[in-house]
């Protein structure tokens, strides 16, 4: 069977990545692909890398023109996305790449985006335990944040086996530019980012700070608090988070790694580097992939873990893709045997 | 059926780039992985990208190696191949993505290589007249280098049609630095590279320029004169390469896109770009696609064709898996389904 | 004696880099910073890596805030300056970095800038022959262009030698993309550029084609035409142009090479490479010096000239500074001294 | 009056930033300049960038030929130091870019770089508490390491006031591929790292952390244990550290700006941005400035600093030639007032 897929905010970084992976994914047929101010244009002509859609044609984004298909792609600004998902059947599968429904806290929702919280989906990232069942059923889901997916990745594993102290947990994260979309803010041209590294959102303002705290929360089984800053590198695709916290006195680094081994058994997309490699962000670019690696500093009495992930691919479009998969009941990898392009 | 494959040359860019493209060919199984220095190793320390084949142990690049597979690719350094393929079975398909069996002129060949020639090959880039039936009854075949490859199939239409002069043809294109493999060279260390450009190969002694002009040659059918200039862009991969030849006296654009436009009908990963649209490497970066488009400057007399290729892929590995496909009677586009990695 | 200046533009690239340079120089004091949405602002605030200047305030780019200082540099949209410069006293050296006052041929400027012709001024490029006693005397300069510059300086003693023949040169060039400005375009989001290479004015119709073709008439003593393809590199700063040009029959390279030498004997920023030594913009960057090499490809018939420049520095800032060097009688190489930033 | 000064490891990148800076610098002489595997070419083969001291030619590392100059710098790999400085005269300022004579204890000496210690020369990093007085009699020198440069003057003043917390200090950093020198290393390649982020040296072994915590302890008055991971952005120069401590109960962001500010108040090279501007390392590439700025994350309880700088001009030439300025009594500033290079 073939499933119908409509994507809306086709014109920008997220919606392509989604059209990127579905123009490869065997068991689905592209239907509409929408826009704001580009409607009416050739895909080919704000997405040039498309070149097998290149004729589409970018329709207004309407619950009219989304309504009709299998699966409905959201790559909107947040805000948007609760009224048109309720213009859509409810058994028709919404995915949202916005923010509007990954926080469980109306307060936090409230403190960090200003505006009122439009509820909670089930949530994209079926490595968080508990969440595949959940997704198996979901008609709504939320796609994580990508700093979320590349950090929670990263730390989960510890957390959730009482090996990571809860408290007091110093991420740094450094993101390609395109985490940013395609605003066209001066700090974002290419003559201002290539050969700099600047950081933002520090003293933990960025909006993915609660997101976070609530993923390993419920990986821990308490109340998680983290130190979170973000920076931007000089590369369009990419995250690498250095996430650090307390081990829990006596744990050793083998009793560690066991744990992210066993957490992470059988996933298709983690990968536990063996010992003495590093995670790279070009080990993963342009793939659902995700790279962990782990070491305890005792003099520091701190356990160090890098992930990379791409944070347009499992970040953002990958993880929605698979999040599709498992709510249509398809192989979880279908569409998504993409390997990072390095060099 | 599936298809049993060996790389040789593993361990380089052209080497993992052929191995990225088969790890999702639904028709392929890879078999032996060689490589000199890092035999003995898994792949996954050396292409750390290759996720789902990390655990593969590259072994010693040998014929014993090699033999037994239906298709052995070679990703060796110029001079290797010779000797390797005559131990191989007539039957084994063999696919040098070197350079020793792409020119026809043995004095070429001993001019700009300075060793002894070893025959040709059919060459692997199907868009060319006649090139695809030769490729189809091959058991031996030569891919083509990369710049040949994205110059011929900038030039080629305009030069069979009779529309461009085949004298005095100017060519200056932009490689990402993984055209120059990994060699370990001071002028390649990223330091040296990121934030500036820098010529090479100036004075037609690059030793493209034989296979350059022997393509288009065949494509005119008449000798071809070439000026090329390449130089290396900060960017691991791409070639963007501005070709300029004067017209024939009294071409119109017109009917020089029309000439581009019959050449390539058919074609699926050729795409003569909409008028007015540029083509550009990120279009085709990790992809086996070649963008191109043309104008004619009338103050100059001369028609300027640009085209954009990924060097590894299309240019490399892409070139020679498609070769491989059309050798195996597959459809010519398997495993080759992927878009451009944008932004 | 201490020279006042007033830099208009201040909150773009081509001013900020006339302040970079300013703020070394020790014959001038830095008087009025203008500007025109960022008026008000610190110009700390738009122009962070200027901290010495930081807490300068940018007021509104008006005749009025230029007038009383000794020079005035106009960075500004083409447009804008002859106005200015009428309201500006006749002793007031005024240098211009927009295109307004370049051209000599007012159908020339009509047809590439669409507006009427507003004069010409002395050209601020003092290494073409005559120009530096132009300068000398001049109270209004106009800055060439980026790629004139570059380009010319490439070409011109081949040219004023008879050496290279005057038409059908063909020129493709590389520049660093605060070329186009801080303008918020979204082809110049860092997302887009980095990692890849596209071309633009293809075709002849780039503005500084006629800027280029009226430089090297000058040179050759007759007219010149040329061919030229610009193109936008992953890079900050700096132009790489490859230029060829079909001798002269019978010329030799060691002809050639003495041509060049005798026509940069003595100047200070322009370089004549040793043999075999290839410019890059690299060595150059955040400099105004320009390094040139090149070579008679015999096959082809054609001269290949490489040279590299800081479209900034040399490309705009210090050309300007180098031209009211000139113009106050000051040794033409204060504040200058300045060598490329590399790695 | 003017001083003689000599260069060793003229070749590499710190010892090529040194000549850039003391080739602007007008109250010195350069002489001889050094190499080991390049002794016997012209500087201008290695260094292409230093156009005006292109035709030095570089001799031999040894004692003799560094001898009879006023300053001699070394920035030869760690381990030749000693022996090198003991032959040349007392009275000879030496100054040395390796970490031979950073460290004051010689069992982290020992266990951080695995030979016998050389002892203490004055530490070159004259905005630290004490150190400017130390510098003026001194004639040995050891200069920072870029990274200590970087995170020590984000963190002292901070520690000095008793603001911050001494222990669980947590410190990522981004440096540029410079810092690693021209060493011919796979992961230096372009090819490798442009378009990625990766980690090093993570779990506390880099040889820069005993240097922090020494020099921060020394800030404190008590001792600082940090854990510090680096990581390698894609960028030439700069690096962006990103510190954390947890705060002094009680602490407010004005008590703590405060004494930023009190402590930089007078210094030429260390800038408190103003509230809300944040660092990034294209302010300062090619200067020797660094900027820094601080927030209190309430709801982590930590400070947050950035500090940037640039790897090799404060991070190592500007902070050397800084500290030659003022051993020979010189104005500290003279031949640094260069700003950063930016875009």
Redesign the interface.
Known sequence: MTYSIAVSGASG?AG?EVL?LL??HPEVEIGAVTAHSSAGE?L??V??????L?DRVLVDTTAENLAGHDVVFLALPHGASAEIAAQLGEDTIVIDAAADHRLESASDWEKFYGSAHQGTWPYGLPELPGQRARLAEARRIAVPGCYPTTVMLGLAPGLAAGLLQPT?I?I?A?T???G?G?A???H?????????????G???VHRH?PEIEQGLGHAAGVPV???F?P?L??????I?A?S?A?ITPGTTEAQLRAAYREHYDGEAFV?L??EG???????????N?V?V?L????????A?V?S?ADNLTKGTAGGAVQSMNIALGLEETTGL???????
């Open positions: 970084y392509g990127r123009a490869g050739r080919g002509s997405q040039p890398h498309l070149l097998s290149a007091d110093v740094v450094a390609g530019t395109s940013a395609k066209l803010k001066p974002l041209l290419s003559a201002e980012v290539i050969g700099g590294m600047s950081p933002y520090v003293g933990g700070t608090q983290v130190s800053t920076t590198a000089p590369m369009p695709r990419g690498l250095t650090t307390k990968h580097l063996p490699q590093w995670p790279a962000t070009k080990q993963v670019v342009g793939s992939h790279t690696q070491v305890i500093d005792e003099h520091a009495g701190r160090v890098i990379a045997n993409l390997l990072g392009v390095s060099p």
